[in-house]
């Protein structure tokens, strides 16, 4: 029985990264002896062991063979005669392939620590086109490091997407990659290399996005709600299609609701916000209003941060601090006093509109002759 850590510990160990965890692989061993020793069994589809002292994960040296459609279509060899470079050769990449030893001694048979030294997103083996998700995750790694994908490994994944096993994918697999990938420090990569290999135009046809902005807002180290709102302000060239398209892709890979409520409010309020900066009273609080500003000011805000990212001049951050005053001279109206006032129900609505306009209006003049 021989211990390898392996995987992407090893990896970050030589990028000099911090570890948040280590994976394990056990060489010559079986379920019955790792039991014995007190590891608790916690894998379904292989053999998986959780270390008794470190809970630590520890698998098994195994191959898989291909049985079915998508990711999840394998069958699993594991057994004491299972080598470790056989157990590294399904894994996905050169730089995620290496292993170390209990004694610190590398172990790299596919040449990873090459390709990490050069920058190189390269597959291990022809089973990489096994699993379509890896499609994903050659675009996430790009993202993560800015790394660039060895050409063959480029083709290998446009064939893939030729082949049709992308649409076997589970939705939420999809969103999980490409929320991992949006979140990284080098997002435009993600979609650089979805780009290149067919997958954007095949599987997100929707997206067009602005791989400037999605860099800004890294910069910025913006929330995942933010960058994925940026992918829907370029849908706003659509017209009135621009939202059932935004819905169409929201519904397809089950994008959770705290990202989906902000790219449809950016994108409805999209025309709002871009002329904010020379916007009268009126057009400030039908802004506000389109925004829910009033009753969820922390997505406003947000909202507006897009909308800076998506259009980065000068009229935008004027705009954005024109609204910010107008949301606060709103938010100083007393509603219930004018709906006391206002005699007639149906009246309130207009009545409070007319205190609103002009408190804004009050605040954005007092704001302006202070910025002179």
Known sequence: MKVFVVGGAVRDELLGLPLADRDWVVVGSTPE?????????????FPVFLHPVS?????????????????????????????LEEDLRRRDLTINAMAKDEA?????PYGGARDLKAGVLRHVSEA????????????????????A???????????????GEAEFLVPERVWQELARGLAEPCPARLFDVLDACGYLRRHLPELRPDLAAL????QANAALAVRFALLAWPLGAQGDKAEDALQALCDRIRVPSASRELA???LRCRPLLEGAAGASPAQLLAALKCADAFRRPERFEEMLQAARLAVDDESTFLGADRLRHALAAMQGVDAGAIARAAGKPADIPAKLD?????AIAERVKTWQRAAR
Do not use: C, W
Not at 215 to 218: D, G, L, T, V
């Open 149 to 163: 994908v060895a050409p063959e490994t480029q083709a290998l994944m446009h064939a893939m997407v030729d082949s």
């Open 128 to 147: 990489f086109a096994e699993d379509p998700l890896r499609i994903l995750r050659v675009a996430r790694f790009a993202a993560r490091f800015g790394f």
């Open 264 to 266: 449809l409010a950016t």
């Open 104 to 108: 610190g001694n590398l172990v790299d």
């Open 33 to 45: 002896e790792m039991s014995a020793l007190g590891y608790k069994p916690v894998g379904r589809d």
């Open 55 to 83: 809970h630590e994960e520890y698998a098994l040296a195994r191959t898989e063979r291909k049985s079915g459609r998508g990711y999840k279509g394998f069958m699993v060899y594991a057994a004491p005669d299972v080598t």
């Open 215 to 218: 860099q800004r807002a890294a």
């Open 354 to 358: 007319q205190a609103r306009e002009q």
